[in-house]
C-alpha cells in the first residue's frame, strides 16, 4: 500500500498511523520542517526506521537513515529556495518538472497517485472546488493546499482534526474516494477517555469512603488498559460499519434519510446549510442521478441520530425503570485478567 502523509514520526498520531502495517510503503510526507521522498521503499526496512523513530524522545525526518531511503530520495528541509527532484521522484509523483519550490512540491505529493492519504498534522490541506481558500479557514496552508478533484488517492485517513473541508470530503466522496470524516476517523480516543471516566466515576465513591487508595486505583486502571482497548476497537468497528451498511442501502434509504433530516430540521436540532447536507432539491437531483448519500454525510446523520436517541430516553421512563438496572451494572463490569483469576471492576471495588 502506497501512502503520502502529513505529520511525522514524533507525532501521536501520524506516528501511530504510520506502525499499524508493516506493508506500508509510505513514499512521501511533509511537516513544518522537512519534506521526505522515498519513492521505491522497502516496506520492512522503512517500517523498522520509522519504529525507531517513532521511540525516539524527539525525532523529525531529518533523523531518517539515509542509507535506507530508496535511489532519488531524500529529506530536504523546507526552507530550501527549490528541490531537485530525481527521474524517480518525478515518476513516484506523477509529474514532470525537474526542479520544484517546497510549497509547489508539497502540493504535488497531496495530488500523487497513491492509495492512501493519512493526514496526521495541523491544517487544513484540501477544499472542495467550489469553495474559497478563506473558507478553508486555514491561512497558514493556503498556498499548500488543493482541490479535492485534484486528488488522486483512493482512500483519505483523517487522523488530525479538520484535514480536510466537510464539502471537500462530499465531492472526493462522490468522485468514488473513500473517506468518513475526521470526527468518526478519531473517535477512538473520545471513546477510550468515556470509558476512563465512566470508570473513574464507579471508583471515586469507593475511594472516599476509604476502601480505596489512589495507587490500588491506578493500578486497577492500567490493569484494565488492554480490555477497554479492545471495547473502544469494537464501539469504532461498529460505528464504521453502520456508516457502511447505510451506504450500501444507496437510493433505497434515501426518503428516509431526507424524511429524518426534515423532521430534525423541523424541530430545530439541524441546520443542513452548517452541516453541509443535501437540500430537498439536491437529494431529488441524487435520486435521478442514481446516487445516494456520501459517507461524511452519512457520518453527519449517524451523530444527529445518536443525539436524537439520546435525548428520547432521557425524556422517557426507561432510564428510571427498574428492569434495566441490570443492564446498567453491565455497562461498568469490565473484566480483566490478572495471572490466573479474572477479576470484574464491580466484585474489586466491593472487596476493597
Not at 525526518?61 to 529556495?81: E, H, T
Not at 442521478?289 to 451523530?303: D, M
Amino acid at each position: 500500500m502506497d501512502v503520502i502523509g502529513v505529520g511525522d514520526m514524533s507525532g501521536d498520531v501520524f506516528g501511530n498511523g504510520m506502525l499499524l502495517s508493516r506493508a506500508i510503503r509510505l513514499v512521501a510526507a511533509f511537516d513544518h520542517r522537512h519534506i521526505f521522498l522515498d519513492p521505491n521503499p522497502n516496506p520492512e526496512a522503512s517500517f523498522a526506521e520509522r519504529q525507531r523513530m517513532f521511540d525516539l524522545p524527539r525525532s523529525s525526518w531529518a533523523d531518517y537513515n539515509p542509507g535506507l531511503i530508496s535511489p532519488g530520495g531524500g529529506v530536504f528541509p523546507r526552507s530550501a529556495k527549490e528541490i531537485p527532484l530525481s527521474p524517480e521522484i518525478r515518476a513516484m509523483l506523477g509529474i514532470a518538472d525537474a526542479v520544484l519550490d517546497p510549497i509547489t512540491l508539497m502540493s504535488a505529493i497531496l495530488k500523487a497517485p497513491v492509495d492512501l492519504l493519512w493526514l496526521g498534522g495541523i491544517g487544513t490541506y484540501v477544499k472542495a472546488s467550489d469553495e474559497t481558500h478563506a473558507q478553508a479557514g486555514d491561512k497558514t496552508n493556503d498556498a499548500v493546499r488543493v482541490d479535492a478533484g485534484e486528488l488522486r488517492v483512493k482512500v483519505i485517513g483523517e487522523g488530525a482534526n479538520l484535514g480536510v473541508t466537510q464539502a471537500g470530503r462530499i465531492e472526493f466522496a462522490r468522485r468514488g474516494g473513500r473517506i468518513n470524516t475526521d470526527f468518526i476517523d478519531n473517535s477512538a480516543g473520545v471513546d477510550c477517555s468515556d470509558n476512563e471516566v465512566n470508570i473513574k466515576i464507579l471508583l471515586d465513591p469507593i475511594m472516599s469512603a476509604g476502601r480505596m487508595t489512589q495507587d490500588v486505583r491506578n493500578d486497577l486502571l492500567v490493569s484494565m488498559t488492554d480490555d477497554v482497548g479492545a471495547i473502544v476497537l469494537r464501539d469504532n468497528y461498529l460505528q464504521t460499519q453502520a456508516i457502511s451498511v447505510a451506504q450500501a442501502a444507496g437510493l433505497q434509504a434515501l426518503p428516509a434519510q431526507l424524511r429524518f433530516m426534515q423532521r430534525l430540521e423541523q424541530s430545530g436540532h439541524l441546520n443542513r446549510k452548517v452541516e453541509g447536507l443535501p437540500t430537498d432539491a439536491q437529494v431529488t437531483t441524487r435520486q435521478l442521478a442514481g446516487e445516494g448519500l456520501t459517507r461524511p454525510e452519512l457520518a453527519v446523520l449517524l451523530s444527529y441520530a445518536k443525539i436524537n436517541i439520546f435525548e428520547q430516553l432521557l425524556d422517557s421512563a426507561v432510564p428510571d425503570d427498574p428492569r434495566l438496572v441490570e443492564d446498567l451494572e453491565m455497562a461498568f463490569r469490565r473484566c480483566w485478567s490478572t495471572g490466573s483469576r479474572t477479576t470484574c471492576a464491580r466484585t474489586a471495588c466491593a472487596a476493597n
